[in-house]
């Protein structure tokens, strides 16, 4: 009888005390994103959401549930998850890049250290400006705040959900230190699994309704499983360029003489440009619900607010832009052209068919080539949730599974968990989780 790969998880001491630690650590999260923050009327949040469900009222805050779980929605001390640090670390990736003096810091000894303090301190400045913008978006809600000292209602609300937001980051490291897989994206599939259930069940009662015909949702299952394959190639797709170092001598050894390559992944810069864009995007309905309502909101803000509508043509148009924008951007700036050829002749090496000095040209042409079919792959997968929600008349949160950056998200974390497991399996002298070829984790 074959080995059974789930058998052979839980035979793995090492590997099933990690399972187990990171379904703990997981629940602990969830436990978190139900209980509301102080002087908040849970009841009337609930009421309120339930009646703005299809407005553009609800566009920021359906667009953060489905990173948190529900969280947001909920005002609970997890309402910001773990997005807050993750848009901090991609401004530092960049910032190191183009800044010279942050540059050195990150190649000093301890450098690394230091940055990651750096993202810490950035992060905690992130979340007490973006929880102060929820205590005015809660007092917009009438009898949300049961606070009526608005001094203390807002400094008790910063400070609780920046302290859940930095705990939910710990919770994540531990995952990281102790568990499976990286905890902060463990952290953002949790979130994005806890909706599945609520999404289904919308589905399945528009279906008895007859609002959504049965053979619609036959043919979307069917192009979701298409869609998702797509992304597993996208994901774990790379180009290979060889690279040969000639022999040379130092003292009495002799090093070089072999032949390696240099990965570029299919799309270089991953969902990167996807989670910019979408936050570009979401910052002016985030700050039109925060600062824009009320008898003194001016008549462009309405204006602005529905053709920031996620739903809308202009805004996915504007996403498509901004993606392959920033595709380009992100790629330039981590992967340097001219770096990676300085650093293939002083180490000997050479392109075969290619020219020392032509070196820097032909890898940015690879470059671009991956550059424009990936990014349109990114922006094509973007829309599909818009496309799905219009063409089908499916429920925005059911669409919202079906593409745009949850979906490539859950793909990516499942890809590198199941990598870091069949690691440990074989590393224990068993079978993999899969009986032919590997499983290629995205980070390449």
Not at 186 to 195: N, Q
Not at 265 to 284: G, H
């Amino acid at each position: 009888m074959a080995s059974n790969p789930i058998v052979n998880m839980f035979k793995v001491k090492e590997l099933r005390s990690r399972l187990f630690f990171t379904l703990l650590i997981l629940a602990v999260y969830r436990l978190g994103s139900v209980i509301t923050i102080p002087g908040i009327d849970a009841n009337v949040l609930l009421n309120y959401f339930k009646e703005a469900a299809n407005s553009s009222d609800n566009a920021f805050a359906s667009y953060m549930d489905f990173f948190v779980g529900g969280a947001f929605s909920r005002f609970s001390i997890f309402m910001l998850g773990v997005m807050p640090y993750i848009s901090t670390q991609i401004i530092m990736q960049l910032a190191v890049i183009i800044f010279p003096s942050l540059k050195r810091i990150s190649q000093e000894d301890g450098g690394q250290r230091k940055i990651a303090q750096y993202i810490r301190i950035g992060t905690i400045i992130v979340c007490a400006v973006q929880s102060w913008g929820i205590t005015v978006y809660a007092n917009n809600i009438p009898g949300c705040v049961l606070i009526e000292n608005q001094v203390a209602f807002k400094a008790l609300a910063i400070l609780t959900v920046t302290t859940g937001s930095m705990a939910t980051i710990w919770l994540g490291d531990q995952i990281t230190a102790r568990g499976i897989g990286n905890g902060i994206s463990m952290m953002i599939f949790a979130g994005i699994v806890a909706r599945l259930p609520s999404a289904v069940s919308e589905l399945v009662k528009a279906v008895q309704a007859g609002q959504v015909q049965l053979v619609f949702v036959i043919l979307v299952v069917i192009m979701l499983i298409a869609i998702i394959a797509l992304v597993i190639i996208e994901e774990s797709g790379q180009r290979k360029i060889p690279v040969h170092y000639a022999k040379r001598v130092v003292g009495r050894k002799m090093y070089g003489g072999q032949s390696t390559y240099i990965p570029f992944k299919i799309n270089p810069s991953n969902v990167i440009p996807l989670i910019f864009a979408n936050s570009i995007l979401t910052l002016p309905l985030q700050l039109i619900q925060s600062f824009g309502k009320g008898a003194n909101a001016k008549p462009w803000v309405g204006t602005l607010a529905r053709v920031l509508d996620s739903s809308g043509i202009w805004y996915n148009i504007l996403l498509v832009l901004l993606i392959v924008f920033f595709a380009y951007f992100y790629t330039q700036v981590t992967l340097n052209p001219t770096e990676i050829a300085k650093n293939i002749r002083e180490n000997g090496g050479s392109i075969p068919g290619v020219r020392p000095d032509k070196t820097e040209e032909y890898l940015t042409k690879i470059l671009n080539r991956l550059i424009l079919p990936g990014s349109l792959f990114l922006a094509a997968i973007a829309i599909i949730p818009t496309v799905i929600q219009h063409l089908f008349h499916f429920p925005q949160s059911v669409a919202m599974l079906m593409g745009g950056t949850s979906l490539i998200i859950l793909v990516g974390v499942d890809l590198d968990t199941m990598s870091q497991v069949e690691a440990l399996l074989k590393m224990h002298h068993h079978e993999g989780l899969t009986k032919k070829g590997k499983i290629r984790s995205r980070s390449l």
